[in-house]
């Protein structure tokens, strides 16, 4: 069976649950009208644990308040707590038997129920993962941020039920053999509410993919192995890629460069090539002539008898249908094959 690798890797943050209505516009509200330290201090706080306050937010946060007397080393240093905090990001590496590994920079989840949300703030969501499902009662779980990695595999072509293995970073392992916990990552909003983390979204690896995702369903999952790794593992790897992709941008540059170059030259001396046959064309005596073929290969979408085609005439060489009249020549006479299509042109010199 397929066998599907996948590797987290964890910023380590605080998490914070929270029941708010998580809107841009509740995010702004938080700082609106604020001004005095412990205003900003408060709105700090209240951004931290708000997810819908994006690092966008904290961003004209602090342009909008940066000014105000009230800002001191303190109201800095919170700031600066709060922007290494939404700035903070989970990194996914996944790879299969038969495929490369890829690693995903996550910038956002998105939150199921009745109204889907994507969240930007992983820090001030209360995530946890369920290793172990019931049937009756309440499922086992762990925070995400103990757990190192788990492995499901679905019970042969049964969905919604299989074998799913968890490692947490202490080694503890926990062996769940008829797993039926549906999304494993769930957001705990308040004590009997939980919301199902439905997907991963961000930019994947190698290639730098923009606004992929991966979904977090118990079937989307089946043969994964997940793993949690470190920022410093993630940013790492990321590096390399970013690496790779520039070596390989400049290599399309300097190829682009060199094609350039020749295309350049070759026009140059086609244009060398057609005024010098022009004019030879020209001081030719009248009553000359020569017989030319069709450069026109095939049948589909051919004009049967083009005003303008490129022809090559057996004296003359290279030239285009329309550039004869000016050198003094006309068309005498066509050959046509069995399609009506004219292939060959008889030229003669009129003046």
Known sequence: ??????????????????????????????????????????????????????????KEF???????????????AALNDLERQKNSRLYI??????????LMLVESVTLGGQRTQEVFDLAALDIKFTHTSAMLGKDKTVDWKQVRSFHYQQSGNVRGIGKLLTTLVDNTQFIDKSYQGRYPFKEHESTDYWRAITQFNGTTYPGKNR??????????LSSFEVTFLTEEDGKQQIAKFEEAILAQQKQKEQAERVAAEKFRIASEKE?????????????????????????????YMVKLDPDSVDIDCQFGGKINLTDLKSAGWLVVNKQKDSEGIVREYYIRKAR
């Open 1 to 58: 069976m397929k066998k599907i690798v996948i590797a987290l890797l964890f910023v380590p943050v605080f998490s914070i649950g929270q029941n708010l209505s998580w809107t841009q516009a509740s995010a702004t509200a938080c700082y609106q009208g604020k001004s005095t330290k412990s205003e900003l201090l408060e709105a700090v706080a209240c951004l931290k644990s708000n997810p819908a306050a994006g690092s966008a937010i904290v």
């Open 62 to 76: 602090r342009k909008a308040k940066s000014e105000l007397p009230a800002v001191d080393a303190e109201v800095t």
């Open 93 to 102: 590496s996944y790879f299969s038997d038969n495929k490369s590994p890829k």
């Open 211 to 220: 606004n992929d995702s991966l979904l977090l369903g118990q079937d989307d």
């Open 271 to 299: 244009t060398e090539r057609k005024a010098k046959l022009l004019a030879e064309m020209s001081t030719a005596k009248r009553g000359s002539e020569d017989s030319c073929k069709r450069l026109e290969f095939g049948t």
